[in-house]
C-alpha cells in the first residue's frame, strides 16, 4: 500500500513561494526521521532538507531558503520554499532519513519559470 504522498507543486515564478506537503503512513513512527528529496531530469536525486534528532538539516542549495517542518499527530511533513530559482525545478519527493527508504511516492513537480 502507498505510504508516502506528496502535494503542492505547481509553476511558479522566480522569486516566488511554495509549499509542500508529504503526507505518510501512521505505520510510520514518530521516532522515525524524515526528509525531503528532488530529482531533475538528467540528474542524481538529491537531498533537500530534514530533520534529524529533532535539528533540521539542509542541503547547501537550499540552506537559508527552505524551511521544513513536521506534524508527528496528523502525519505531516511540509516544505516551505522561499526566494525559488529555476535551479529549483525538479520532481520532489519525501521519505525516511535512514539509509534503507521506503517505497518512493510518485512526487510532486516544482516548476520555476517565467
Known amino acids: 500500500q502507498v505510504q508516502l504522498v506528496e502535494s503542492g507543486g505547481g509553476l511558479v515564478q522566480p522569486g516566488g513561494s511554495m509549499r509542500l506537503s508529504c503526507e505518510y503512513s501512521s505505520s510510520i513512527s514518530s521516532t522515525v526521521d524524515m526528509g525531503w528529496y528532488r530529482q531533475a531530469p538528467g540528474k542524481q536525486r538529491e537531498f533537500v532538507g530534514g530533520?534529524?534528532?529533532?535539528?533540521?538539516i539542509y542541503g547547501k542549495a537550499v540552506k537559508g531558503r527552505f524551511i521544513v517542518s513536521r506534524d508527528s499527530a496528523k502525519n505531516m511533513l511540509i516544505l516551505e520554499m522561499n526566494n525559488l530559482i529555476p535551479e529549483d525545478t525538479a520532481a520532489y519527493y519525501c521519505?525516511?532519513?535512514?539509509?534503507?527508504?521506503?517505497?518512493w511516492g510518485q512526487g510532486t513537480q516544482v516548476t520555476v519559470s517565467t
Open positions: 521519505n525516511v532519513l535512514k539509509a534503507m527508504k521506503i517505497d
Open positions: 530533520i534529524e534528532n529533532g535539528v533540521k
